[in-house]
C-alpha cells in the first residue's frame, strides 16, 4: 500500500481510535506486522500527543500515522445557535438523573478547541509517516503546512464524493472513505441535525466505487471491515487498502475499558445504533440503555461530549456498560482476543486466501 513516500507492506491501516482504544503498543504491533497503525491525536493536547509520539517511536521504527480531528464550528455560537443552546440545557437537565445515579454532577456544555496548530508544531518535531485530518476539509494551507513541516503525506476522511473532491482540490494525496457500517463517530464534515445519520448513509463498498470513480487519488476503505477478505474485497473495488477499528477493540495492546469489552464480548446486546446521546455528534454505538433513553439528544459536538465525561467515567470505572458509549461498527462480532500481532496474522492469512 503506498501513499506518496509512504510504502508499507501490508494494506491494513489500524484506524485511529479516540479516547482510549488506540495506545502506543497497538500502533507500534500493527506497524512491525507490516500495517499501518494510527494514533488518535482527538481530545488531546498537544504535549499529551507527543508524548504518545514519543512512545511508539521508541518502541519501533516501523511507518506510523496520526490522526487530528479538525475543530469546525460551533454549533450554538451566536444568533442561529440559541435554540441548540437551549436543547442542550434542557438535555444537561435530564442527564442530571444519570448523573445522580453514579453520584457525579454532569459536566459543563462547552466548546473545545482541538489545538490543531499547536499539534502540527508538535509532529513536525517528529517523524510521521501520515497525517489524516477527519471532521472537516483541512484546506490547502495547512495541507501544504504538513507536507513543508513534517514531511508526510495527508489523508482526509470523506463520506462522501462532494467531499472527496473537495479534499482533492484543497491538496490531499489520500482519501480515507468511511462508510455507514464504521462505529463510533464517522468523518462527516457537517453533522446535520435533520438526518439520524447526519449525513449521507452510504455502503462503504459504494461509497469507494464511486470515490474512485471521482477523484484521481489513492483511496482507503473504513467502515464494518473486519476481516482479511473483506480487505481483499475492498481492494477489487479501487482501494488501496482498508482500515479497521472495531476489530482491534478487544486485543491485548488495545486500551478499551473493561466494560466495552465484556460488552463487546458477551454479546451483551444484540445490535448497534447511530446516536448523538454521548457526544452530540453521530457515531455508531451498541444499543444500550443510555443510548435508547436519550435517542433525541441534541446535535451539539463537543457540548453533549463533555457533558456526559464524568457519567461515562463513573459508569465505566463502575463496570456499567449500559450508562457508556460502546462505540462499536456493524461487524463488531468478529471482534476476538489475543494480541494484535495475532489478529494481524490472522486478517494477512484470510487476505492471502481470499479469492
Wanted: one cysteine or more; glycine letters at 12%; charged letters at 20%.
Amino acid at each position: 500500500m503506498r501513499v506518496g513516500e509512504l510504502e508499507v507492506a501490508v494494506p491494513i491501516v489500524c484506524a485511529p481510535m479516540a479516547g482510549g482504544p488506540t495506545k502506543p503498543a497497538l500502533v507500534s504491533e500493527v506497524g512491525e506486522a507490516g500495517g499501518l497503525g494510527m494514533l488518535a491525536a482527538g481530545y488531546l493536547t498537544a504535549d499529551a500527543l507527543e508524548e504518545l509520539v514519543i512512545d511508539v517511536e521508541s518502541r519501533s521504527g516501523r511507518p506510523y500515522g496520526v490522526n487530528i480531528f479538525l475543530t469546525g464550528i460551533d454549533s450554538c455560537a451566536g444568533p442561529a445557535g440559541a435554540d441548540t443552546w437551549g436543547a442542550v440545557q434542557r438535555y444537561r437537565d435530564d442527564l442530571a438523573v444519570e448523573a445522580r445515579r453514579h453520584g457525579v454532577e454532569p459536566g459543563e456544555p462547552r466548546f473545545s478547541d482541538e489545538a490543531v496548530d499547536a499539534k502540527i508544531d508538535a509532529l513536525a518535531r517528529h517523524r510521521p509517516a501520515l497525517v489524516s485530518f477527519t471532521f472537516g476539509d483541512p484546506g490547502r494551507s495547512l495541507i501544504d503546512r504538513v507536507h513543508r513541516e513534517i514531511g508526510a503525506p495527508v489523508a482526509v476522511t470523506v463520506t462522501s464524493v462532494d467531499e472527496a473532491q473537495t479534499a482533492a482540490r484543497s491538496g490531499a494525496d489520500a482519501l480515507i472513505a468511511q462508510g455507514i457500517e464504521a462505529g463510533g463517530h464517522r468523518g462527516l464534515w457537517f453533522d446535520d441535525p435533520a438526518l439520524v445519520a447526519g449525513g449521507p448513509a452510504t455502503p462503504t463498498a459504494e461509497l469507494v466505487r464511486t470515490v474512485t470513480t471521482a477523484v484521481d487519488l489513492p483511496v482507503i476503505a473504513a467502515g464494518g471491515v473486519t476481516d482479511g477478505a473483506a480487505v481483499r474485497s475492498m481492494i477489487a473495488l479501487g482501494a488501496i487498502g482498508a482500515q479497521l477499528g472495531t476489530a482491534f477493540l478487544c486485543v491485548d495492546e488495545a486500551g478499551t475499558g473493561a466494560a466495552h469489552r465484556a460488552a463487546l464480548l458477551d454479546r451483551t446486546y444484540r445490535d448497534t445504533v447511530i446516536t448523538r446521546a454521548f457526544s452530540g455528534r453521530s457515531a455508531r454505538s451498541l444499543r444500550n440503555g443510555f443510548a435508547k433513553r436519550h435517542a433525541d439528544a441534541p446535535a451539539a459536538y463537543p457540548q453533549v461530549h463533555h457533558m456526559t465525561k464524568p457519567i461515562r467515567a463513573a459508569a465505566g470505572g463502575a463496570g456499567v456498560a449500559d450508562d457508556i458509549n460502546l462505540w462499536a461498527g456493524t461487524g463488531w462480532r468478529a471482534v476476538s482476543t489475543g494480541s494484535t500481532s495475532d489478529l494481524m496474522a490472522r486478517l494477512i492469512a484470510e487476505f492471502d486466501d481470499a479469492p
